[in-house]
């Protein structure tokens, strides 16, 4: 609006034209022209294409408040901060105006004083939309002053009456007027402090110390909570409940495909590493696969849920665990395999809640869902039939040793001596390099194990495949 020579008072401004529009039309009418230019709406936002996207867009066109139901690690914070790309680049507002006053319709005290003085004169500035989302994490402790505001006790020091607005101290919600006001948790916001939201948003006005003041508010308030707590008879307030236009439900990846494309574009990465790195294909799928294991799996706590960030972090543990070992024993290039993945258990463990309360028992639980998963995987990969011929050699008396410490040189004779195993290997392995053939071969013989046709010995760190 208006860039090549930006308004600086009242009387510039409407002297370009500017027309006032609430954050509902404002968003509603950039939503809706850039859907007609075909732009993505959510830009980084995977999986969700056909199932929580949409109901946004139905939602904000209808002008509607959202609540946003979901487990933890759904990107829900990450959408309700994309929600402000919907907003004018930048708007004005009545400078030094607390509550980002409209200089056409000033809400607050001051501002109307200040324009009855100096008319259009009255000074603005332009406010980007980066700064107009607010939010908040609901807890118990949190207090009406946080959220709406207290009575500054200066200004009443001062000589001013506490039911003159002038003598407000703004919280949270005022200050985000005419702009995006996200509550995380919302059900664990105490009742009283729901009454006063309820009255703020629906009524445009609030009791601050007994006294009832005029705020009409120009507010977009979004809220995320767990489905479990939000269905919880008695946790929110109807009249709240009924406020939000929306219930849009968020879910975990539903393809293995997308968990690995969410791991991608969020693992951490570092710009220092001059050491190569690289992640087989089926070494992503397994560490896809065990979180996938893990949301339905029985002995965790599925209200709780288990984020993408299980899989990120256990993707960045073995990518580590590989750059240890190469770095240690001086390999070329750092490729995560089989013997690397019990490290899981430390990137692991805090992200997800057991259902019952022994301590031993976690461990079990993350080596059973990493078995099953690197089976799925496996078996996705092989028929179990293609491996006669290596297991005959294994009945014949062949073993082999792996380790995590292992160097990829050792595999290669191994390789050598078994007749048909690079056939095999060859079918998961891009290049010929020794460090890529040793994740391959790994990969084979735990899942010759899992599928119960090989013997798997443990002595010391060395873990001994055979018949
Ligand atoms: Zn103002």
């Given at each position: 609006m208006a860039k090549q020579k930006k308004a600086k008072t009242i009387g510039?401004?409407?002297?370009?034209?500017?027309?006032?529009?609430?954050?509902?039309?404002?968003?509603?009418?950039?939503?809706?022209?850039?859907?007609?230019?075909?732009?993505?709406?959510?830009?980084g936002i995977i999986g969700f294409d056909d199932t929580v996207i949409p109901q946004i867009i139905n939602a904000v066109i209808s002008g509607q408040d959202i609540i946003f139901l979901g487990e933890r690690g759904q990107a829900k914070s990450r959408i309700m901060r994309l929600m402000v790309n919907l907003l004018d680049e930048e708007i004005p507002v009545i400078k030094g105006c607390e509550i980002n006053d409209d200089p056409f319709n000033p809400i607050c005290r001051a501002c109307r004083e200040m324009i009855e003085k100096e008319g259009d004169d009255t000074e603005i500035v332009w406010m980007p939309r980066s700064e107009r989302y607010g939010e908040k994490l609901a807890t118990p402790d949190i207090a009406i002053n946080d959220l709406i505001g207290d009575v500054d006790p200066i200004k009443v020091a001062e000589g001013r009456y506490l039911s003159d607005e002038l003598t407000i101290h703004y919280g949270l919600i005022p200050r985000a007027n005419r702009g995006i006001f996200c509550i995380n948790e919302l059900p664990d916001l105490p009742e009283r402090l729901q009454v006063g939201l309820f009255n703020l948003m629906e009524e445009g006005d609030v009791q601050i110390r007994g006294y009832r003041i005029r705020l009409p508010l120009d507010v977009l308030l979004v809220a995320s909570a767990n489905p479990e707590d939000y269905t919880n008879r008695g946790r929110i307030i109807t009249p709240l409940k009924d406020r939000y236009g929306a219930q849009v439900k968020t879910h975990y990846p539903t393809t293995i495909e997308d968990e690995i494309t969410i791991v991608e574009a969020e693992r951490r990465q570092f710009s220092d590493d001059d050491l190569e790195c690289y992640v087989p294909r089926y070494m992503k799928e397994i560490i896809a696969e065990i979180t996938h294991l893990a949301r339905?799996?029985?002995?965790?706590?599925?209200?709780?849920?288990?984020?993408?960030?299980?899989?990120?972090?256990?993707?960045?543990?073995?990518?580590?665990?590989?750059?240890?070992?190469?770095?240690t024993i001086g390999e070329k290039v750092a490729i995560p395999r089989i013997s690397d993945l019990p490290y899981i258990q430390a990137s692991t463990g805090g992200k997800i809640e057991l259902e019952s309360f022994e301590e031993t028992k976690e461990d079990k639980v993350i080596s059973d869902l990493t078995r099953r998963a690197v089976l799925k995987v496996f078996n996705r990969y092989y028929d179990i039939d293609e491996f006669q011929g290596i297991i005959n050699q294994f009945n014949g008396g062949f073993s082999v040793e792996t380790s995590d410490t292992r160097p990829a040189k050792a595999y290669i004779s191994i390789a050598r001596e078994m007749i048909g195993l690079t056939d095999?290997?060859?079918?998961?392995?891009?290049?010929?390099?020794?460090?890529?053939?040793?994740?391959?071969?790994?990969?084979?013989?735990?899942?010759?194990?899992?599928?119960?046709?090989?013997?798997?010995?443990?002595?010391?760190?060395?873990?001994?495949?055979?018949k």
């Open positions: 510039e401004l409407k002297k370009a034209g500017y027309r006032p529009v609430s954050i509902r039309e404002e968003m509603r009418r950039n939503l809706i022209a850039a859907l007609k230019k075909g732009q993505k709406i959510f830009p339905s799996s029985s002995d965790i706590n599925q209200r709780s849920g288990v984020s993408v960030r299980t899989s990120i972090a256990n993707y960045e543990t073995v990518l580590s665990n590989a750059i240890r070992r190469a770095v095999m290997t060859n079918r998961v392995v891009d290049s010929e390099r020794p460090e890529e053939l040793a994740a391959a071969m790994e990969f084979a013989f735990e899942g010759l194990h899992l599928n119960k046709k090989l013997n798997k010995s443990r002595s010391g760190d060395k873990t001994i495949y055979g």
